[in-house]
């Protein structure tokens, strides 16, 4: 079946910092690619998204490139703020009727 | 974009009891919804998917009777955990797709004392 991998964390990186957090992905066929983000207490927000290879998602500074020939989503950022400190999920939906595929998250501590 | 309301947010019951969740899709309608279930520092786990005027579609593991699911309107969808014990202690997150998107509710935090 479809799976999610992603760096484990906590990850702990001070402002202005450059972020990578890595994602790579099992599926059948083509799936469409999510990032979304957790902040303390708040449901999933959706960051950004790519629904077929080589589409770059965007928001907020961040970008993910949907990479075919080597399975990955890795999101980006790069000057991060403490207040992009958060839980960030990727995921993945193979199909319109399918519900989404998620890594474990990665927890993201931004220090002053 | 879609908005999902759940409620409640948070809710804290005895062992034994029942509770009732629900999700609404305020301004889509949802021929489908998806239920998950998020454990402490871990990912969402995709529970149920609950289908409009049919039966909900169950993951693997996910016992159905214990966890009821009734999509009786194209804006609603309920999730009832049944004889509640502590260890069905978890935060409860409904979603509505809509296109390749996927749109969540609030989440409800449920605690089984």
């Known amino acids: 079946g479809d799976s999610v991998t992603q760096m484990e964390g906590p990850v702990t990186l001070s402002e202005e910092a450059f972020l990578t957090i890595n994602c790579t992905y099992t599926?059948?066929?083509?799936?469409?690619l999510f990032w979304y983000v957790q902040y303390p207490g708040e449901g999933l927000q959706l960051l950004l998204k790519?629904?077929?290879?080589?589409d770059k998602g965007s928001n907020k500074g961040f970008e993910a490139t949907y990479r075919k020939e080597t399975t990955s989503f890795h999101l980006e950022k790069g000057s991060v703020q403490v207040s992009d400190s958060a839980v960030y999920f990727c995921a993945l939906r193979g199909g319109g009727a399918d519900g989404l595929t998620f890594g474990k998250g990665t927890h993201l501590i931004i220090q002053p | 974009g879609a908005v999902v309301s759940q409620h409640p947010s948070w809710v804290i019951c005895k062992s034994g009891t029942s509770v009732k969740i629900e999700c609404r899709s305020l301004d889509f309608q949802a021929t489908t919804m998806f239920w998950y279930r998020q454990f402490p520092k871990q990912s969402l786990m995709l529970m149920a998917t609950?289908?409009?005027?049919?039966?909900?579609?169950?993951e693997q593991g996910v016992e159905k009777d214990k966890f009821l699911i009734n999509h009786a309107s194209l804006t609603l969808s309920t999730l009832t955990v049944t004889s509640a014990h502590p260890e069905d202690s978890s935060f409860y997150i409904c979603?509505?797709?809509?296109?390749?998107?996927?749109?969540f509710g609030q989440g409800t935090r449920l605690t089984v004392v």
């Open positions: 609950s289908n409009e005027g049919s039966k909900a579609t169950y």
């Open positions: 790519a629904t077929k290879a080589d």
């Open positions: 599926a059948t066929g083509y799936p469409s």
């Open positions: 979603s509505v797709p809509k296109g390749t998107e996927a749109f």
